[in-house]
């Protein structure tokens, strides 16, 4: 059966005349006759007793004629569901990002999309950045956003902003008073960071190794709020992506440029080759590459 043959046994049923159900539908008696004789010949046998003067159903007719109006009515709606999908009426979205950027950034740019698209439902998995690779590439979120993935990692990168690592000094350290501090610097007092596998822990690990250096690790955890706090009671300092700067100041932590050596990676959006967004996480992407959110300014 096709939805055309469906509408035209509905319109037969319903009216029952020919004619009238040619007026309803715009078509020809020929090509009406011939659409019905298609759908019961498709069937096996007759829907409707026919004589010069009235039209009626079989008890086959009278069978399939809930069946019809409920397979027409499903599918109207499966036609207006899409149709409202790709217009963005409707929908809904997942996506997944580190915390760094789901608590700092991400809410602005999810504002502007709602203002835009009220309608569609938006999902943000707040996971760590090996998470988010896992939740992309198991196809759990149609995209994530996270820092750039090693060349070696089965999935697409669009890079959206350089994010820079910045000092995290307590507001009564004399270097809270300078507008740049030097690692040398900043290695001196108790080093405060995210415990291990965080993908922040292995960078700046890396990065000072290269360099003949090593990070004096004496206190960690597994979230950067809690590093801002300990670092603002002046327990120590940390290091932390250029993005969680509102973050730092919240608790009452100062941030403060570092340099020497710079500390950078790209952020961006990470999505699975070969699988095509939805409207509406393509949608999400593309406010975000329209944000112009530079944590680094």
């Avoid at 992309?136 to 993935?149: S, T």
């Avoid at 995210?194 to 690790?217: A, C, I, K, Y």
Wanted: hydrophobic share 45%; net charge neutral; proline share 6%.
């Amino acid at each position: 059966m096709t939805a055309k043959q469906l509408r035209a046994f509905l319109a037969v049923a319903q009216t029952l005349s020919f004619a009238q159900a040619c007026e309803r539908l715009h078509l020809s008696q020929s090509a009406l006759s011939l659409t019905v004789k298609a759908l019961e010949e498709g069937l096996g046998g007759r829907l409707f007793s026919r004589t010069t003067r009235a039209v009626s159903l079989t008890p086959e007719g009278e069978a399939l004629l809930p069946l019809a109006r409920r397979l027409l009515a499903d599918w109207d709606n499966a036609e207006d569901e899409l149709r409202q999908r790709f217009t963005l009426k409707q929908g809904r979205v997942a996506l997944a990002s580190m915390p760094s950027f789901a608590g700092n950034l991400l809410p602005s740019v999810l504002r502007t999309f709602r203002q835009r698209y009220p309608s569609i439902s938006v999902t943000v998995h707040d996971v760590i950045n090996e998470q988010v690779m896992e939740m992309v590439r198991d196809r759990h979120v149609e995209l994530g956003i996270a820092f750039e993935p090693e060349p070696s990692t089965p999935l697409s990168f669009t890079p959206l902003y350089m994010d820079r690592f910045v000092a995290v000094v307590p507001a009564d350290s004399p270097l809270a008073a300078k507008t740049e501090v030097i690692w040398d610097e900043l290695l001196q007092q108790p080093f405060i960071t995210l415990q291990r596998p965080s993908t922040v822990r292995f960078m700046l690990e890396d990065h000072l190794r290269l360099r003949g250096r090593n990070l004096p690790v004496q206190l960690e955890t597994h979230q950067l709020a809690t590093v801002g706090r300990m670092v603002a009671c002046g327990l120590g300092v940390s290091a932390v992506p250029a993005l969680c700067r509102m973050q730092m100041l919240e608790v009452g932590a100062q941030c403060v440029a570092l340099s020497d050596p710079v500390i950078e990676r790209p952020v961006g959006i990470l999505t699975k080759p070969g699988h095509e967004l939805s409207v509406a996480a393509q949608a999400i992407a593309d406010a975000l590459r329209a944000s112009g959110d530079d944590p680094n300014v």
